[in-house]
């Protein structure tokens, strides 16, 4: 793989869909890290991409030798009394882990957030991937909760952590 000095952040657009999905589909079928286990057929995830292009929401893309090699984003919770609040996902397909790619996804989807004017970022973590709660926690990123028997994968089931981060000075 190509050294991360070719590495770009980028927002998303249309030209990584298709890349974005496959990176997607990647991550899930590890059923590991995601709520899912697979990516939505092509059809539904390029909508849902559509919306987050059209309706200028905070989603950032890696790109590493033309590879879409994870992603990263804050989208808006629903509901008037929850509008100052985003849900944090992120993805790296195995290849990119461990090579600081996660932490700048993670700065510029934060940066994003705030200048998008949200005030709380939330997110889930399974309580076994310790490598992202020890990313969340560098960001700044505080539990608040555990969820017993969040997930469920081929019969076993996990623990989630909640977490939240603030924007500063509130």
Same mark, same amino acid.
């Given at each position: 793989m190509s050294d991360t000095t070719l590495l770009r952040i980028e927002?998303?657009?249309e030209r990584h869909f298709a890349g974005l999905h496959q990176a997607l589909d990647q991550v899930a079928?590890?059923?590991?890290?995601l709520a899912f286990t697979q990516a939505p057929p092509f059809?539904?995830?390029r909508a849902f991409y559509r919306d987050i292009v059209s309706g200028n929401l905070c989603q950032c893309i890696a790109v590493l030798g033309g590879e879409v090699v994870g992603w990263c984003d804050v989208l808006p919770v629903r509901g008037e009394a929850r509008a100052h609040?985003?849900?944090? #996902?992120?993805?790296?397909?195995?290849? *990119?882990r461990q090579r600081g790619i996660g932490a700048r996804l993670l700065e510029q989807a934060i940066a994003g957030a705030w200048a998008r004017g949200m005030a709380r970022i939330e997110l889930?973590?399974?309580?076994?991937n310790l490598n992202a709660e020890a990313l969340y926690r560098r960001f700044g990123f505080v539990?608040?909760?555990?969820?017993r028997h969040a997930y469920c994968i081929? #019969?076993?089931?996990?623990?989630?952590? *909640?977490?939240a981060l603030l924007r500063p000075g509130l």
């Open positions: 927002p998303l657009a079928r590890e059923k590991r890290f059809d539904e995830a609040v985003g849900t944090l #996902g992120i993805g790296l397909v195995p290849k *990119a889930a973590v399974r309580a076994d539990p608040e909760g555990r969820q081929d #019969g076993t089931y996990h623990d989630s952590l *909640a977490m």
